[in-house]
């Protein structure tokens, strides 16, 4: 489940964040934001992303860094 | 009734302080917003002016009970203090004869936008999710316009550029010149000699006012005319709504910009349009509305033209929409993109009615009017 999760992820952010550049290895604890991967934008999209691809409805409250900053904690939040 | 924010930690869900997360803008508030206001908009100058404090008490606190349902808007972090805000103005408008409440979003800011991208999002996200009929802003800047994009607004690009006439080129450099560097202004004698050498030359003529005469516009004909004229409209507001006398009052607090004039147009006896623009002596006029009867727009724009000329002016701009682009293209103006008009509705239908006609949704019927744009406050 979560590996699914997490190719989903991968393949999601090198195609909207990296513009399709799969040469760049990112780490599941490495952060987005300060990465310069993802900016407010980039949330909002990941977040549509989320809500379109997985099923799941994203709370407010739930647009914190803490759910949604790497790519281990994205596949956690969506895997809960 | 603030909801309850948490923060997700390893062992699960743990409450945030009572007011974490994003929460209805309050008096409580206001120090640390028009702080954050002054240090994001006017680099930290007059962040504990009382004017400023007032400004944003009136225009998002004491507001029409009618629209306690779509409060501004703040993000407390979980120290509980203030690093996002977003100031929502709700107005009264018809959308195609139908009443709808258009909430408009400005001052979209945070405190640390590159550090915390989550802020501005979950503001914006949060007044998108309210229940007004449309959401709007007529001063989206290049990121928030990405946000109002990623969640389903719609930009309007007819109404999304500054036009901009020059009057007398070397004053108009020496105009641009002193937004960065005021102490330029000074120079502005300098440049008469070759103005008038550049007005021999057709391109920098004077413009002719042609058979219009022009008068200073109360807010009850203003009112009147502003109807009149947005009669065909898909989109405009209810006028009669609207405290124009207000309106206009605090559409003058624009010290950047320079004094407010208000004028009507005439044909004879007939009123065929008006404008309202700011300027500072030997400046740039910043055009904040232009509205004419049908078919007397590139009447008004001529006698704006003289008018700005005539007060010694070097030059105007202000923003486009479709029926002035259509004129000021063969008016020798250029046109640049500063920030955008965006709109969007969870209604399709509405959205449909949005993209059929004309909209006016700019101005006065907008948020330019505001003192937060184009005012000093010390």
């Not at chain 2, 629209?67 to 972090?77: G, T």
């Not at chain 2, 800047?141 to 994009?149: C, D, E, F, I, K």
């Not at chain 2, 004229?229 to 006398?245: H, K, M």
Request: hydrophobic share 45%; net charge negative.
């Amino acid at each position: 489940m979560a590996d699914t999760i997490e190719t989903a992820l991968r393949s999601f952010i090198t195609e909207n964040f990296l513009f399709g550049d799969d040469s760049r290895t990112i780490a599941g604890t490495d952060s987005l934001i300060q990465n310069e991967l993802m900016d407010s934008t980039g949330i909002l999209e990941l977040v549509a992303y989320l809500e379109d691809h997985f099923g799941i409805s994203v709370a407010d409250e739930d647009i914190v860094p803490d759910n949604l900053d790497s790519i281990d904690r994205i596949t956690a939040y969506v895997a809960r | 009734m603030a909801e309850p924010a948490f923060s997700q930690h390893e062992g699960g869900a743990v409450p945030a302080p009572p007011e974490a997360g994003v929460v209805p803008f309050s008096a409580t508030h206001l120090p640390a917003v028009a702080g954050m206001f002054a240090q994001t908009f006017r680099g930290g100058a007059g962040r504990s002016a009382e004017t400023l404090r007032r400004t944003i008490a009136q225009l998002f606190l004491e507001r029409d009970a009618a629209y306690a349902d779509i409060p501004s808007l703040v993000h407390v972090n979980a120290d509980g203090r203030v690093d996002g805000f977003l100031g929502v103005h709700v107005a009264a408008f018809e959308c195609a004869g139908q009443p709808v409440r258009v909430a408009f979003c400005g001052s979209l800011m945070a405190a640390s936008p590159d550090t915390d991208p989550f802020v501005g999002a979950k503001l914006l996200r949060r007044f998108l999710a309210g229940p007004q009929d449309i959401s709007a802003s007529e001063s989206a800047n290049a990121v928030s316009q990405g946000l109002w994009t990623r969640l389903r607004g719609a930009v309007l690009p007819d109404y999304s550029l500054e036009w901009i006439r020059v009057l007398r080129p070397a004053g108009f450099g020496i105009a641009l010149a002193g937004h960065a560097r005021p102490a330029l202004r000074h120079m502005a004698p300098l440049a008469r000699p070759f103005d008038a050498l550049a007005g021999r030359i057709g391109a920098f003529h004077a413009p002719q006012p042609g058979p219009c005469t022009d008068e200073e516009g109360d807010s009850a004909t203003i009112g009147a005319l502003l109807e009149r004229f947005s009669a065909d409209a898909v989109l405009r507001p209810e006028w009669s709504a609207v405290d124009l006398c207000r309106r206009l009052a605090d559409a003058r607090h624009k010290a950047r910009y320079g004094p407010m004039q208000a004028r009507i147009v005439r044909r004879g006896k007939a009123a065929i349009g008006l404008f309202v623009y700011h300027a500072h002596p030997d400046g740039i006029a910043h055009v904040l509305d232009i509205a004419a009867a049908p078919g007397q727009l590139p009447a008004v724009i001529d006698h704006l033209f003289a008018h700005a000329h005539a007060r010694g002016l070097v030059g105007l701009r202000g923003r486009t929409r479709p029926d002035l682009l259509e004129a000021l293209l063969t008016r020798r103006c250029h046109f640049s993109h500063r920030a955008a008009t965006v709109v969007t509705s969870r209604d399709p239908a509405l959205m449909d009615r949005i993209r059929s006609g004309r909209l006016v949704i700019n101005g006065l019927a907008g948020e330019n009017w505001m003192p937060l744009i184009g005012h000093d406050f010390a």
